[in-house]
């Protein structure tokens, strides 16, 4: 176990405890405003918001795979399963939560983390100026005002002048108090600031209470009301598949962020299972589920956290303030969280990726708009992520089919030799087969793969057809310097192909390991 907790807290490096304290209580200041709006976003209670928050911040903090990373109640996973509580009801959304924490798990048992490491600089800029507009946007909906009625208008007059001001006085503390000082986290000053000046001068405004009550007790285990049968897992199990996906995306996302900011390694797989952990977790207390904070997690950081304190601090306050706060926490004024919320857009912003746009190449610059517009439109992050993987792919085969080459030449025997260039694969098949012309070869003719390789399928099916091209005008095709596995593929296709290897005692490639 000494060896364990030691991994779990690495007590050989020094912790700045000062910092750490100050960190957690400002992460848990900015994220309680964003769990508990996304909570209402979802129709939900804001209770399960803030439950969420502190389980999924506790649980990842102690075993998550990044100390300096936070989690929490918000974000992409819980758009995700809007429409699963509304349509199925709020048990059913539990019970997916607990689904996608088990799908969670499995990622990271089968060390399948890794993964996100494919996801291209291009996609990883689309997706955060995406966000950034998302959480931009969610800050401009507080503007509005519903009525008794539910009628939903812009705050006008007033109202909207005060509300516009105390916002913009709070991005004005937020971006100029660190250059006074950066000891205490600038987004709690300007909370605190914003909260004594409504207090002091009685300035009438909205405040977290116009929202919603958040008075409650320690969340309690109990099981998701829902029938235990295929039916039910038919309609969770897709809801369950896409909210693990997202989560794990924006997590590890988040974890490679942390890694460059500190210059520290952060543990992919572990993460997935604390995300896991903590989201079966959130299914059976109550809680909405969620994954890391991007926004929460910068706050973290620029606070000066780099252990895991701070995010276990973080869910202590918010579990405090859920028991004991909530009269204090309701009057804080909503401007004063929309102010730091739209600081953190800001930052979210890849503003770099507008700057070097003129130097990046066209198809990154495609695959960088249109994640960024899908995370906008759609509000689906999973699928913004996967079309630009794909976009990306594409083109990377497109300049790849772009490569093959054969140098053609006849020997002393009048033996025909094609060298070929670059790999053999389902881009570049109709480029290979051009250039050879069995009418007017000599009788043998040998295919040189030193320089290249035989990459799918569609690889080995255009040799099957060329052979049976030249089959068909009695000429002998022959396949030469074959590397180790690109032999295996053949002899696993036999088959389906018929081609001709010739053995050369000469060369031997170094077999794969």
């Known amino acids: 176990m000494g060896k364990s907790a030691n991994v779990l807290f690495d007590f050989s ?52 795979g990044r100390p300096g990373m936070v989690s929490g109640g918000a974000g992409a996973t819980v758009v995700v399963l809007i429409a699963l509580a509304k349509s199925h009801g709020v048990e059913y959304l539990f019970a997916a939560i607990i689904l996608a924490g088990i799908f969670q798990i499995l990622v990271g048992a089968f060390k399948l983390g890794k993964f996100v490491r494919l996801i291209p600089q291009s996609v990883m800029y689309g997706f ?36 516009a001001g105390l916002t913009a006085l709070t991005i004005a503390v937020v971006y100029f108090f660190p250059k006074i000082t950066k000891t205490v986290p600038a987004s709690l000053i300007a909370i605190l600031f914003i909260f004594g000046l409504v207090s002091l001068l ?35 199990f897709p809801y369950a ?76 306050t918010i579990l405090i303030i859920i028991l004991f706060g909530a009269p204090f926490i309701e009057k804080i004024p909503m401007a004063a969280l929309v102010g730091v919320m739209m600081m953190v857009a800001i930052s979210t912003f890849q503003w770099v990726s507008v700057r070097i746009i003129n ?34 792919a594409l083109v990377f085969a497109w300049d790849n089919a772009k490569r093959i080459r054969a140098r053609k030449f006849i020997d002393d025997h009048g033996v025909k030799h094609y060298e070929i260039y670059g790999p053999l694969f389902f881009g570049s098949v109709a480029a290979f087969t051009e250039k050879f ?55 696993n296709a036999e088959a389906v192909i018929e081609v001709n290897i010739q053995d050369d005692p000469t060369y031997k490639v170094m077999p794969e390991r």
């Open 13 to 64: 490096k020094k912790v700045n405890y000062k910092n750490e304290l100050l960190a957690g209580f400002t992460v848990a200041m900015t994220m309680i405003p964003e769990s508990l709006s996304f909570a209402i976003l979802a129709g939900l209670s804001p209770l399960t918001g803030l439950y969420a928050a502190f389980l999924m911040g506790l649980i990842t903090a102690v075993f998550g």
């Open 128 to 163: 955060l100026n995406g966000l950034a507009v998302i959480i931009f946007m969610a800050q401009i909906e507080q503007f509005k005002i519903t009525d008794t009625n539910g009628v939903v208008s812009w705050l006008q007059g007033t109202p909207l002048y005060i509300m």
């Open 202 to 236: 009685g300035i009438p405004t909205k405040t977290v209470s116009d929202i919603a009550h958040i008075s409650g007790n320690i969340p309690e285990f109990n099981l998701p009301q829902v029938p235990f049968s295929l039916d039910t897992l038919s309609i969770i």
């Open 241 to 316: 598949l896409v909210m693990a996906g997202v989560g794990l995306i924006e997590s590890l996302l988040t974890l490679s962020m942390v890694d460059e900011i500190t210059n520290s390694k952060g543990n992919a797989n572990r993460e997935s299972m604390a995300q896991g952990i903590a989201n079966i977790t959130n299914g059976f207390f109550g809680g909405m589920g969620g994954c890391a904070m991007v926004a929460q997690t910068l706050v973290n950081l620029n606070a000066g956290s780099r252990a895991r304190l701070s995010g276990i601090i973080a869910s202590i």
């Open 359 to 392: 130097k990046m190449p066209k198809s990154d610059i495609f695959v960088g708009i249109s994640v960024a517009l899908i995370t906008i439109i759609l509000h689906n992050l999973a699928l913004a992520v996967l079309v630009g993987v794909i976009i990306s």
């Open 437 to 491: 012309d069995p009418m007017g070869d000599p009788d043998e003719v040998v295919v040189d793969f030193k320089e290249s390789r035989i990459v799918d399928m569609s690889a080995i099916d255009a040799l099957n057809k060329l052979s049976k091209r030249y089959h068909q005008q009695h000429k002998a095709l022959f396949l030469r310097h074959l590397s180790d596995d690109c032999r295996k593929m053949l002899k």
